[in-house]
């Protein structure tokens, strides 16, 4: 398996090593079929996953986030080829039986729900190429489906818990996020307030939200870009746009490539972002089509304009490295700045009056099944007496 460094959190900024890691990032997403049941990167997809590496290297591609994740699968190959590449994955949990329900969240937190999510920890927690786990995508829709905020934060808060436990397993601890949706930024900025408030076992790692606000040859502030720096610019964690490129102009230029990777107020907040989507489908956001001969059966991949606009926008914004260095070397003294956010206030566009549901899973016998499990070896005789809690603040005091 390769030696790809692990990407780290380190206050609101991701690193590689000593070296900050921007997200240069793609939705990457089955080409066909039904697209939130198919996982685009277990083994039996090796052949589409190596049509695509040589287009995402050509982009500079470093992350791809997938939306669906079937833990049962194998993927060593798929992950071990993106790492040689230097690609890291992102997946969200997407499937029904892993996510909460938007019109039921408090009945759809159950043991089994997070049953699945701690498979798709252990499934992802022992590649070096995974960047994170996103346990909620999407969730909160509207006004209404903020009700179910609290068992959002339960999912974060188990999810959490469940990968502090990575050590025992010989594993490193996961970090933990949610993704929300291209809503008015003032209910995003609510999300984001919730979710990084309080204690720290309870709230994400780290935020993303998907922004379409840039549109053909626009600017950072008629986009809307320079209120989203002063809004999250006291942020504790990394943010990042979990997708972006507007088609509402096309073919799109993705100009606002040149400001997430090269404009300095943004670097001082932001950590990069997606575009969406690699895959050619019917919403008209895709970079590369792929094509079937009938005949023959041969596959091939061939790009869209916006997949050689994307790569001059990104060659644009990475192409003067000096005044990259410069722009990047004055936010590491922000890199530990900022402060949690206050839980914002019941209101008409925040209707979160329950508190967070008490977790559904016996810890402690959990506890005693991991370590009883055969497949672990060398762990402390002195983990039989503690607790998951003493567990984890054991794990705490060792970072």
């Given at each position: 398996?390769?030696?790809?460094?692990?990407?780290?959190?380190?206050?609101?900024?991701?690193?590689?090593?000593?070296?900050?890691?921007?997200?240069?990032?793609?939705?990457?997403?089955?080409?066909?079929?039904?697209?939130?049941?198919?996982?685009?990167?277990?083994?039996?997809?090796?052949?589409?996953?190596?049509?695509?590496?040589?287009?995402?290297?050509?982009?500079?591609?470093?992350?791809?986030?997938?939306?669906?994740?079937?833990?049962?699968?194998?993927?060593?190959?798929?992950?071990?080829?993106?790492?040689?590449?230097?690609?890291?994955?992102?997946?969200?949990?997407?499937?029904?039986?892993?996510?909460?329900?938007?019109?039921?969240?408090?009945?759809?937190?159950?043991?089994?729900?997070?049953?699945?999510?701690?498979?798709?920890?252990?499934?992802?927690?022992?590649?070096?190429?995974?960047?994170?786990?996103?346990?909620?995508?999407?969730?909160?829709?509207?006004?209404?489906?903020?009700?179910?905020?609290?068992?959002?934060?339960?999912?974060?808060?188990?999810?959490?818990?469940?990968?502090?436990?990575?050590?025992?397993?010989?594993?490193?601890?996961?970090?933990?996020?949610?993704?929300?949706?291209?809503?008015?930024?003032?209910?995003?900025?609510?999300?984001?307030?919730?979710?990084?408030?309080?204690?720290?076992?309870?709230?994400?790692?780290?935020?993303?939200?998907?922004?379409?606000?840039?549109?053909?040859?626009?600017?950072?502030?008629?986009?809307?870009?320079?209120?989203?720096?002063?809004?999250?610019?006291?942020?504790?964690?990394?943010?990042?746009?979990?997708?972006y490129g507007n088609n509402t102009v096309r073919p799109r230029r993705f100009y606002e490539t040149q400001a997430m990777y090269r404009d300095p107020t943004m670097l001082v907040v932001f950590s990069g972002g997606a575009v969406y989507e690699f895959f050619g489908s019917a919403n008209n956001h895709g970079l590369v089509r792929r094509e079937q001969d009938k005949n023959t059966g041969v596959v091939r991949l061939e790009p869209f304009k916006d997949f050689w606009n994307l790569k001059k926008s990104l060659q644009c914004s990475f192409m003067q490295p000096k005044r990259i260095k410069t722009a990047m070397s004055g936010c590491l003294s922000f890199a530990k700045a900022g402060k949690k956010p206050q839980q914002p206030k019941d209101g008409p566009d925040w209707q979160v009056t329950a508190p967070?549901?008490?977790?559904?899973?016996?810890?402690?016998?959990?506890?005693?099944?991991?370590?009883?499990?055969?497949?672990?070896?060398?762990?402390?005789?002195?983990?039989?007496?503690?607790?998951?809690?003493?567990?984890?603040?054991?794990?705490?005091?060792?970072?």
């Amino acid at each position: 398996m390769s030696t790809a460094a692990p990407v780290t959190i380190k206050g609101r900024f991701f690193w590689k090593d000593d070296t900050r890691f921007l997200i240069n990032g793609v939705i990457y997403q089955h080409h066909h079929g039904d697209r939130n049941t198919t996982d685009p990167i277990d083994d039996n997809q090796i052949k589409d996953l190596q049509r695509s590496i040589p287009f995402l290297k050509e982009l500079g591609i470093n992350t791809i986030i997938i939306h669906f994740i079937d833990s049962t699968k194998c993927r060593d190959a798929a992950m071990k080829l993106l790492a040689e590449a230097g690609i890291y994955v992102l997946p969200c949990l997407s499937a029904p039986h892993l996510v909460i329900n938007r019109r039921a969240p408090f009945d759809s937190y159950t043991r089994e729900l997070m049953q699945g999510c701690f498979g798709a920890i252990e499934a992802m927690e022992k590649y070096p190429n995974t960047l994170g786990l996103v346990v909620s995508r999407e969730v909160i829709i509207d006004k209404q489906t903020t009700y179910g905020a609290p068992a959002v934060r339960a999912v974060v808060r188990d999810a959490k818990r469940y990968a502090d436990l990575a050590f025992i397993r010989g594993q490193r601890t996961l970090p933990i996020g949610v993704i929300a949706m291209d809503l008015e930024p003032i209910q995003v900025k609510k999300q984001f307030d919730y979710f990084a408030s309080g204690d720290d076992k309870e709230c994400v790692d780290f935020f993303a939200f998907n922004n379409f606000a840039w549109a053909g040859n626009a600017a950072i502030d008629t986009t809307g870009y320079s209120d989203l720096i002063k809004q999250y610019t006291e942020t504790p964690i990394p943010i990042f746009f979990s997708q972006y490129g507007n088609n509402t102009v096309r073919p799109r230029r993705f100009y606002e490539t040149q400001a997430m990777y090269r404009d300095p107020t943004m670097l001082v907040v932001f950590s990069g972002g997606a575009v969406y989507e690699f895959f050619g489908s019917a919403n008209n956001h895709g970079l590369v089509r792929r094509e079937q001969d009938k005949n023959t059966g041969v596959v091939r991949l061939e790009p869209f304009k916006d997949f050689w606009n994307l790569k001059k926008s990104l060659q644009c914004s990475f192409m003067q490295p000096k005044r990259i260095k410069t722009a990047m070397s004055g936010c590491l003294s922000f890199a530990k700045a900022g402060k949690k956010p206050q839980q914002p206030k019941d209101g008409p566009d925040w209707q979160v009056t329950a508190p967070v549901p008490n977790s559904p899973i016996d810890w402690d016998a959990m506890l005693a099944e991991i370590i009883e499990d055969e497949e672990w070896v060398d762990i402390s005789t002195e983990l039989w007496s503690m607790t998951v809690d003493e567990v984890s603040d054991k794990m705490d005091n060792l970072v």
